[in-house]
């Protein structure tokens, strides 16, 4: 398994640029999420999704969109890029059951830099 | 959102064991203390959870204090490899929370040769 994949690595957008992260995992978890770095900080969440078709907002959600067309993807977009919208990106998954058994795994991040 | 607490950083020596700790004064009933780490450069990753009982497992023990408001990460022998950043997580079981994660500054871990 390939796990948790992001691309791009790394990317520098303008002001005012839009483009979108993608999230894959192909270990067919239901649950998805995207959270984001600032420096010395922790992570934030940003959205997640329990299953396709089904998506709902985190703790900063302001600034991005996300949608699940399918299990295994999970992008994130950014309409208008901001200075504030600069961090590292992580996209996690795990499965969705009851209990407390579920760890999350996550990918190796996207960093992003907005001029 | 549930509220942990950690010290900012801690340091240790080589081979020597580490105590990481961690205040849940508002831990509810229905919440698991999980602890994640962060590695230079690269994402979270689990190392351990628990209810009430102490918890050991390959990577760590986690010792979980009776009233269930503090808890503490033990690396029994530290190594070069374990310095990274280590989030205490509060996860509740039930209900609409269940899957948000909510990641404090966490304790940044510095391992001495």
């Known amino acids: 398994n390939a796990g948790v994949t992001q691309t791009p690595k790394f990317q520098v957008l303008k002001t005012g640029q839009s483009m979108t992260l993608q999230c894959a995992q192909d270990?067919?978890?239901?649950?998805m999420s995207w959270y984001r770095q600032d420096p010395g900080m922790g992570l934030r969440l940003i959205h997640y999704?329990?299953?396709?078709?089904?998506?709902d907002q985190g703790e900063v959600p302001n600034g991005y969109n996300v949608s699940r067309s399918t299990t295994e993807d999970f992008p994130l977009r950014l309409l208008s890029a901001a200075p504030s919208q600069t961090s590292v990106y992580f996209c996690?998954?795990?499965?969705?059951?009851?209990?407390?058994?579920?760890?999350?795994?996550f990918g190796p991040g996207t960093r992003l830099l907005v001029l | 959102d549930a509220k942990t607490t950690q010290p900012n950083s801690m340091e240790s020596n080589e081979e020597e064991p580490v105590h990481l700790p961690c205040n849940h004064s508002?831990?509810?009933?229905?919440?698991?203390i999980h602890w994640y780490r962060q590695l230079p450069s690269q994402g979270p990753e689990y190392v351990i959870h628990?209810?009430?009982s102490n918890v050991n497992n390959r990577m760590a023990s986690l010792a979980i204090a009776e009233d269930r408001k503090s808890s503490t990460l033990i690396l029994h022998r530290a190594t070069l490899r374990d310095a990274a950043v280590y989030y205490c997580?509060?996860?509740?079981?039930?209900?609409?929370?269940?899957?948000?994660?909510?990641f404090g500054s966490g304790t940044k871990l510095n391992v001495k040769p």
């Open positions: 996690a998954s795990s499965y969705l059951r009851s209990g407390s058994k579920e760890t999350q795994y």
């Open positions: 270990m067919n978890h239901e649950y």
């Open positions: 999704s329990v299953g396709a078709g089904i998506t």
């Open positions: 508002t831990i509810s009933g229905t919440d698991y």
């Open positions: 628990g209810l009430t």
């Open positions: 997580i509060l996860r509740d079981i039930t209900g609409y929370n269940f899957n948000k994660f909510y």
